[in-house]
T-cell receptor, first 113, second 112 residues
Framework: EDKVVQSPLSLVVHEGDTVTLNCSYE??????LLWYKQEKKAPTFLFML????IEKKSGRLSSILDKKELFSILNITATQTGDSAVYLC?????????????FGKGTLLTVNP | NAGVTQTPKFRVLKTGQSMTLLCAQD?????MYWYRQDPGMGLRLIHY???????AKGEVPDGYNVSRLKKQNFLLGLESAAPSQTSVYFC???????????FGPGTRLTVT
């Protein structure tokens, strides 16, 4: 059974801090890892990583995948209160055409002013 | 372009009652999914569909049924609701040529 584990489960920081969120995975025939941000409602897509060692960046957010050690990190620099959310990572296997994602439980990030 | 919409947004049921949650997407996506989200549990896949007329079980399918009679709609049914089905339900559809899933706003269901 595929498994995705995120750590920490929750984190409280002050505005301006840099945070690193972790995601480790055990996914059969792993294909890709995706990061989502969930505020009050629906998760919204951040990144998809398929190749090891290649950083994806979007503004203050960046993410990298290590396929040898089976983990990914999401970095947020100069955090703002608007970054407060649950961050979810999900693994995708390459089995068949089902295109299913296995989600972790998420990291709740709280950024205080 | 409304994206993925879900009806209703909130619902309270008594144990044993039935209901249907409707998911609609106007992006012509083939793949659609139903998830439930419980505190501290992340998103768990209930059922999914790879195209009109097809459905398949996910991780937690018991107590739920689904139908995909039209490409744009994916229905999730609870035949006899139980308190354990109290949750937030999200529908999603897959963006073509990627693994990205686009989520609806969710339905908060309480079963008393």
């Amino acid at each position: 059974e595929d498994k995705v584990v995120q750590s920490p489960l929750s984190l409280v920081v002050h505005e301006g801090d840099t945070v690193t969120l972790n995601c480790s995975y055990e996914v059969t025939n792993f294909r890709s890892l995706l990061w989502y941000k969930q505020e009050k409602k629906a998760p919204t897509f951040l990144f998809m990583l398929t190749s090891s060692g290649i950083e994806k960046k979007s503004g203050r957010l960046s993410s990298i995948l290590d396929k040898k050690e089976l983990f990914s990190i999401l970095n947020i620099t100069a955090t703002q209160t608007g970054d407060s959310a649950v961050y979810l990572c999900a693994g995708k296997n390459s089995g068949g055409s089902n295109y299913k994602l296995t989600f972790g439980k998420g990291t709740l990030l709280t950024v205080n002013p | 372009n409304a994206g993925v919409t879900q009806t209703p947004k909130f619902r309270v049921l008594k144990t044993g009652q039935s209901m249907t949650l409707l998911c609609a997407q106007d992006m012509n996506h083939e793949y659609m999914y139903w998830y439930r989200q419980d505190p501290g549990m992340g998103l768990r896949l209930i059922h999914y569909s790879v195209g009109e007329g097809t459905t398949a079980k996910g991780e937690v399918p018991d107590g739920y049924n689904v139908s995909r009679l039209k490409k744009q709609n994916f229905l999730l049914g609870l035949e006899s609701a139980a308190p354990s089905q109290t949750s937030v339900y999200f529908c999603a559809s897959k963006v073509p040529d990627t693994y990205e899933q686009y989520f609806g706003p969710g339905t908060r269901l309480t079963v008393t």
